[in-house]
């Protein structure tokens, strides 16, 4: 844990809140609300995705453990108008929380600006990886697919003998969202994977599951090394 997070954690952690896991997601911070508060994420995965101008949504990224939430919330000045938040956030896994009043930021930045260095850090890697996420958009649904799923393996896989299994609920509709394609598109993409022997699917538990056999491949697929047809 780092001095920002410990420091939240002495002032806020007796106001921890518990958003718990569900078929349908509950809401940590909800697009369009204003961004009176930050979240510091303590437990658990949570899905960050941003509204589109079709009625649907985009899914950016999923945060982990020790994320900072909201950095719409992160004021310039105290005359900066308050925003609203752009980006829903929902938890993936039952996730523990604590809100970060905006005042206390504005408060942070004057008397203990060490302590706003790990959240501007995090602010500045979502936005290399927002850009990095434009950039897919030339390349095909299987290796912006391959991708995706070996960067959420990282944070919600779990190694098994056979492979590595994502789990946590994440839909045919997630990936659809997370590699701006449509459904049909990603389920051709999984079957090309399947039937190349990379991916299988599986239940646990009454839940879809996703095992990467060969992550190799995946990432052969992912860097445009390995073209599938």
Request: hydrophobic share 35%.
């Amino acid at each position: 844990m780092n001095e920002t997070a410990r420091y939240f954690e002495e002032k806020y952690g007796k106001k921890e809140l518990v958003a718990p896991m569900r078929k349908e997601r509950a809401p940590i911070l909800q697009a369009g609300f204003p961004a009176t508060n930050m979240i510091y994420l303590k437990h658990g995965v949570a899905v960050v995705s941003t509204p589109d101008q079709d009625g649907g949504s985009t899914l950016l990224y999923l945060a982990e453990p020790g994320s900072f939430l909201g950095f719409e919330a992160y004021p310039l000045t105290p005359y900066t108008p308050i925003t609203d938040h752009r980006n829903l956030v929902a938890a993936l896994t039952e996730c523990h929380y604590l809100k970060i009043p905006r005042t206390e930021l504005l408060d942070l930045k004057v008397t203990r600006p060490d302590l706003m260095l790990p959240i501007a850090e995090q602010g500045t890697a979502r936005a290399m990886l927002l850009e990095q996420l434009k950039g897919m958009d030339r390349f095909s649904v299987e290796r912006r697919l391959a991708r995706r799923m070996l960067e959420f393996a990282q944070i919600i896989g779990h190694p098994t003998k056979q492979g590595v299994e994502i789990s946590g609920g994440i839909s045919q509709q997630d990936w659809a969202d997370a590699t701006g394609s449509s459904r049909e598109s990603v389920n051709k993409g999984m079957l090309r994977f399947r039937s190349r022997g990379m991916i299988v699917d599986q239940r646990y538990n009454g839940r879809k599951t996703t095992l990467i056999l060969d992550p190799e491949k995946l990432g052969q697929v992912s860097q445009g090394d390995l073209i599938i047809v």
